[in-house]
């Protein structure tokens, strides 16, 4: 199921993949190893920054500044240049495992880490001063595709574009998971509820994610990434050819998978554009029964014909770049 993941919002397919796998490990009734928690939110983060990267920076280009585009580029490459060392993939990263990841990250690359989120604020500042105060493009967003506070709960609304209408609501707060309860950052919000909000509150978001990283990068834990559990995670290769459990086990989660109990869950987490929810009911063999997902753009592209009513097409453009609509969590 996990290269699925990947491609409901593929500009941050790492989240992606951590939503799923902490649904399934929550019907398994497990809990991953302290280190592989801590490199799952840094990889959380750094895609919340990847995303709001390319929202910004395309929804920039739409309405006429090319230059932000390039600004906002060259760190979401640095950032990509993480993945796929960790995956070797850039896009499409099916980097998680269930009870742990792939393999651990390679040596230097928490400093390596460290040296590309040093980079970022700098490059808010550029674009800051590019297009916060800049004339043009706060005739081109301010007012636009604007939805009141309450209109945004009874869409369901959640990330961003919720916060951006004054709601103080993110599940990292709200209903911590991993270990965002641990360090200190805000929550972003901004008032309005319309393009330029949005986008206040996504370059706020950024700032407080290198905030996150930077308290995170400090004291990474040792020790393993997988769960000490041949039922659920791979033996190490060591063991599947010198060992005759190492081998059965190995047979026995390729050919039969993992095999939670019956059952069903929901979990969700805090993913770049909002809820990402994951409802996966399990009659006992190595297929899910069912997965359901609450994909956050699913909700909010329902608002677009209203928050359009009484605008121009050169508004909408605008005001859909900044919903940062993402077509893999539409058609699922």
Not at 124 to 146: F, M, Q
Not at 222 to 233: K, T
Request: aromatic share 10%.
């Amino acid at each position: 199921v996990i290269p699925f993941t990947d491609r409901l919002n593929y500009c941050s397919a790492m989240s992606n993949n951590v939503g799923y796998v902490m649904a399934v490990e929550k019907l398994l009734g497990i809990e991953a190893t302290p280190r592989c928690q801590r490199i799952r939110l840094i990889l959380c983060e750094l895609s919340r920054i990847a995303d709001h990267l390319v929202c910004i920076g395309a929804n920039a280009v739409d309405v006429g500044a090319l230059t932000c585009f390039w600004y906002f580029f060259r760190e979401r490459e640095n950032i990509y240049d993480l993945f796929e060392a960790c995956s070797g993939a850039r896009l499409t990263t099916s980097y998680t495992r269930v009870g742990g990841l792939y393999k651990d990250v390679p040596d230097g690359w928490f400093d390596w880490c460290k040296k590309v989120i040093k980079g970022i604020p700098r490059t808010l500042d550029d674009v800051d001063g590019l297009l916060t105060a800049n004339r043009i493009w706060i005739d081109r967003t301010n007012g636009v595709g604007a939805i009141s506070k309450e209109r945004a709960i009874e869409y369901g609304f959640t990330g961003p574009c919720l916060r951006a209408c004054g709601v103080d609501y993110d599940l990292r707060k709200t209903n911590p998971y991993l270990e965002y309860s641990k360090f200190d950052w805000n929550v972003c919000t901004a008032t309005g509820g319309d393009t330029y909000a949005r986008y206040l509150v996504r370059m706020a978001e950024m700032r407080e994610s290198v905030k996150i990283l930077e308290q995170a990068l400090k004291d990474v834990p040792e020790g393993p990434v997988n769960v000490d559990d041949w039922s659920i995670v791979l033996p190490p290769k060591d063991d599947v050819y010198n060992s005759i459990e190492g081998l059965m086990a190995h047979f026995k989660v390729i050919m039969h998978g993992i095999q939670p109990p019956k059952g069903e869950v929901y979990s969700f987490t805090e993913s770049p554009n909002g809820e990402l929810g994951f409802f996966v009911a399990s009659d006992g063999v190595g297929r899910p029964y069912r997965v359901k997902v609450r994909p956050p753009c699913f909700a909010i592209y329902a608002a677009f014909p209203e928050l359009m009513m009484g605008q121009t097409v050169s508004d909408a453009v605008a005001a859909l770049g900044s919903l940062n609509i993402v077509a893999g969590e539409l058609d699922r």
